[in-house]
């Protein structure tokens, strides 16, 4: 079986500070890793993805994270984040099955 | 860019009753999901769909709950009786490939059980 843990339940930060939102898996098997991002009153949105080859991807956003296999981690950079990235973020893994697995989600408030 | 749409946005229910919440995924997807998010707790996975049948179940997907493709674009998630702790914002997603190629989450709908 798969878990996800996000130990950050909020991150303040302020404009155009960088960002790392932190995200741990455990898995016995290969995982697909994710990250979701979720504007008020909208649904959840894929940001970016792990499935195989390099271990760093990046977003179109200017997000990016980096699988860490020794460290089961997948955490979530950005250099220089805006108002605008005000959002909760959800890391979340899936196996040898087509489920996602979610963690508990992290609320990024970026102040001006 | 192709959405996936819920309706209703909200629906309050009176326990006991059924409910039917409505999906219609993206046109050319293969793979159909229903998720739930608990206020305040994790997103949870239901059930996957694929080539009219259920793929996979969790263990909260009872015999209270139901799901249906009735036509070539609807996707349905029917609770036959509601309890309380139903209470959550319910998603649907598609995926034209599997959990690999990504979903497409709609914009949920927050059930409400009185």
């Known amino acids: 079986a798969q878990s996800v843990t996000q130990l950050d339940s909020q991150v303040p930060v302020f404009e155009e500070a960088p960002v790392e939102l932190r995200c741990n898996y455990s898995s016995s098997v290969s995982v697909y890793l994710f990250w979701y991002v979720q504007y008020p009153n909208q649904g959840l949105q894929l940001l970016l993805k792990y499935l195989s080859g390099s271990t760093l991807v990046e977003s179109i956003n200017g997000f990016e994270a980096e699988f860490n296999k020794s460290q089961t981690s997948f955490h979530l950079r950005k250099p220089s984040v805006h108002i605008s990235d005000t959002a909760e973020y959800f890391c979340a893994v899936s196996g040898h099955t087509d489920k996602l697995i979610f963690g508990t989600g992290t609320r990024l408030q970026v102040f001006p | 860019e192709p959405e996936v749409t819920q309706t209703p946005s909200h629906q309050v229910t009176q326990m006991g009753q059924e409910v039917i919440l409505r999906c219609v995924p993206i046109?050319?997807?293969?793979?159909f999901y229903w998720y739930r998010q608990i206020l305040g707790q994790k997103v949870e996975f239901l059930v996957s769909?694929?080539?009219?049948?259920?793929?996979?179940k969790s263990e909260i997907f009872d015999d209270q709950f139901s799901v249906e493709r009735p036509d070539g674009s609807n996707f349905t998630l029917k609770i036959r009786s509601t309890k309380l702790e139903d209470s959550a914002m319910y998603f649907c997603?598609?995926?034209?490939?599997?959990?690999?190629?990504?979903?497409?989450f709609g914009s949920g709908t927050r059930l409400t059980v009185v």
């Open positions: 046109s050319n997807h293969l793979y």
């Open positions: 769909f694929y080539n009219n049948e259920i793929s996979e």
């Open positions: 997603a598609s995926s034209e490939g599997g959990a690999g190629r990504g979903y497409t």
